[in-house]
């Protein structure tokens, strides 16, 4: 592989102070957020899982079994702006907390895509997997492909051109190799356009959906964001109401 296909990530080491900021700002999402937290632990800590069986299920499980061998896959797929993104890279933090002990984020850059040469993609795809595992070494971490659907278009769309396809494999086969050779990591794809997304990544993944917020979830939006003006219930159902309508 030749350095113009290397890929620099964004990383970030967990617990850290700016995340728990970011992620406890995170309001009228609480049920992702605890789907998230819980799944990642079960993909992180796979030793978890087997002292849970041991204890209850001294014969074994089934589905503990099929469990340690899903791969290391989630996906948060909704509208623009409703926290996927910020959720997905301010995790960390109360997942190393969770599992008492170091985790690092990698986030793939924007320009993940490379220039368009032929099989680029595939090796700048390669080459993020490659480097987090570099970098990782031997603790635990989440790989953030944010945009997801740039890499995870379905082969099956008219426009997919081959160049996105072979991406894509190589995507599928780099998912598959964590999950095979049970390396501490957790890939977290973010998507605006699910419904775009090739079947074959969704059956691998466990996907968490995020839709547009209840009328409690907007009441929590605004609290917040006004915290210090001394707002009443009536204040808070009024602009929860002007802003739906």
């Known amino acids: 592989m030749t350095d113009d296909n290397s890929v620099r990530l964004f990383s970030t080491a967990h617990p850290d102070k700016s995340?728990?900021?970011?992620?406890?700002?995170?309001?009228?999402?609480?049920?992702?957020?605890?789907?998230?937290?819980?799944?990642?632990?079960?993909i992180?800590?796979?030793?978890?899982?087997?002292t849970w069986v041991t204890k209850h299920h001294p014969n074994g499980l089934a589905l503990a079994r099929r469990l340690e061998?899903?791969?290391?896959?989630?996906?948060?797929?909704?509208?623009?702006?409703c926290g996927k993104t910020e959720l997905a890279t301010s995790?960390?933090?109360?997942?190393?907390?969770?599992?008492?002990?170091?985790?690092?984020?990698?986030?793939?850059?924007?320009d993940i895509r490379g220039g368009g040469l032929v099989g680029e993609l595939s090796l700048r795809v390669t080459a993020a997997f490659e480097a987090a595992r570099q970098e990782l070494g031997r603790g635990k971490g989440l790989l953030v492909i944010d945009e997801g659907d740039d890499l995870a278009t379905s082969?099956?769309?008219?426009?997919?051109?081959?160049?996105?396809?072979?991406g894509l494999n190589v995507l599928i086969k780099q998912i598959d190799a964590l999950a095979r050779e049970r390396v501490p990591l957790a890939v977290v794809l973010v998507t605006n356009r699910?419904?775009?997304?090739?079947?074959?990544?969704?059956r691998r993944a466990h996907v968490i959906r995020f839709i547009r917020p209840s009328h409690e979830a907007r009441r929590a939006v605004f609290a917040r964001l006004?915290?210090?003006?001394?707002?009443?219930?009536?204040?808070?159902?009024?602009?929860?109401?002007?802003?739906?309508?």
Do not use: M, Y
Request: aromatic share 2%.
């Open 91 to 110: 995790i960390g933090t109360p997942l190393a907390r969770q599992l008492d002990g170091r985790v690092v984020s990698f986030e793939t850059p924007s």
């Open 155 to 166: 082969r099956e769309q008219n426009q997919a051109h081959h160049e996105d396809r072979a």
């Open 19 to 42: 995340a728990v900021e970011r992620f406890d700002g995170l309001v009228g999402i609480d049920d992702q957020k605890q789907d998230l937290l819980e799944h990642l632990v079960g």
């Open 226 to 245: 006004l915290d210090g003006l001394r707002l009443t219930n009536e204040d808070l159902d009024e602009l929860e109401h002007e802003r739906r309508s």
């Open 69 to 81: 061998r899903r791969p290391p896959l989630v996906i948060l797929a909704g509208d623009v702006g």
């Open 194 to 202: 699910f419904a775009a997304l090739d079947p074959a990544l969704v």
């Open 44 to 50: 992180l800590d796979p030793n978890g899982l087997k």
